[in-house]
């Protein structure tokens, strides 16, 4: 891979995509910063910092994505990082009362979007034997919680796919990457990124008031340092400062927080696993006894 690298980052009117692309200019890289159309004025400012700006709409057909892809490919000849970030807005609810328009609409932007810019980036990638897909997933792809279940299953679902991706392009020399933040000081959880709750079914007001509270507690005081975030995740795709010499995982997490839930969660899954071990591990096809095992019970 080349030493300056070019980047492609969806989603960089704010929050981590913006950051991620001031960082990586600021390593010497070359960034194609997008954004959607009613956001392209805020992504313009990078312009200040380097970067070169494309709208760019994830929920757009695939077929537009493709021209997108070639125009981005064609300021520099290549692309060698592209990092699916868009899609941060948070369907609240609980999961039997968000309508399956809501239910498309969190999907659209956070995985299918996200999957059709990989699908149109991977044909140069492949070409040039080499590159990276980053997928910027969340904490609550391991732990869900009431009233974000949309939004954690999103997050969940784009670390299988990511996974799966990375097994199918590693024989290219092309790899998928699924970054895993816990709560960092972005704007993911204010009131203008979450959809506006309808209650529609009584029972669960409550529950969302209280859910309401916290993040409104926690908005602007999450514990972890975006700018730090992505001075890692630039590490991580240069494989440099501690990624120096590391085969990158397929999945990072990152953040105090993040670490510590996703440890628990996995403890506890373990410690459940070892526990209905004994029901668990006996449901294969029992094994006929051959001959010399009959007559030795005869």
């Not at 299953?153 to 290219?172: C, N, Q, T, W």
Request: net charge negative; aromatic share 8%; with cysteine.
């Amino acid at each position: 891979m080349a030493s300056q690298l070019v980047w492609v980052i969806t989603g960089t009117s704010s929050g981590i995509g913006r950051e991620l692309a001031i960082m990586a200019l600021k390593r010497g890289d070359k960034v194609v910063a997008t954004g959607r159309a009613r956001s392209l004025a805020k992504v313009a400012e990078l312009k200040a910092y380097g970067a070169d700006i494309l709208e760019l709409d994830v929920t757009s057909p695939l077929e537009e994505l493709r021209t997108i892809a070639e125009n981005a490919v064609a300021l520099y000849g290549r692309v060698d990082v592209v990092v699916n970030n868009a899609g941060s807005f948070i369907a609240v609810g609980a999961l039997e009362e968000i309508s399956p328009k809501e239910t498309l609409a969190q999907f659209n932007v956070g995985l299918f979007g996200a999957l059709n810019i990989a699908r149109a980036f991977l044909p140069y990638l492949r070409a040039q034997r080499c590159g990276q897909i980053i997928w910027i997933g969340s904490l609550t792809g391991w732990v869900g919680g009431p009233l974000c279940g949309m939004y954690a299953a999103v997050k969940h679902a784009m670390r299988g796919l990511s996974e799966s991706l990375d097994d199918e392009i590693a024989p290219f020399g092309v790899r998928s990457i699924c970054i895993e933040p816990g709560f960092f000081r972005t704007e993911l959880i204010a009131d203008g990124n979450r959809a506006p709750y309808e209650s529609r079914i009584a029972d669960y007001r409550e529950r969302f008031l209280a859910v309401n509270d916290v993040f409104l507690g926690l908005s602007g005081k999450q514990p972890g340092d975006t700018v730090k975030l992505c001075a890692l995740i630039v590490d991580i795709v240069k494989g440099e400062g501690f990624a120096t010499g590391r085969r990158i995982p397929r999945t990072i997490q990152i953040g105090n927080d993040c670490y510590h839930s996703v440890k628990t969660a996995l403890s506890t899954s373990l410690a459940t696993l070892e526990e209905w071990k004994p029901v668990i591990i006996t449901t294969d096809i029992s094994q006929p006894k051959d001959d010399a095992d009959d007559r030795a019970v005869m």
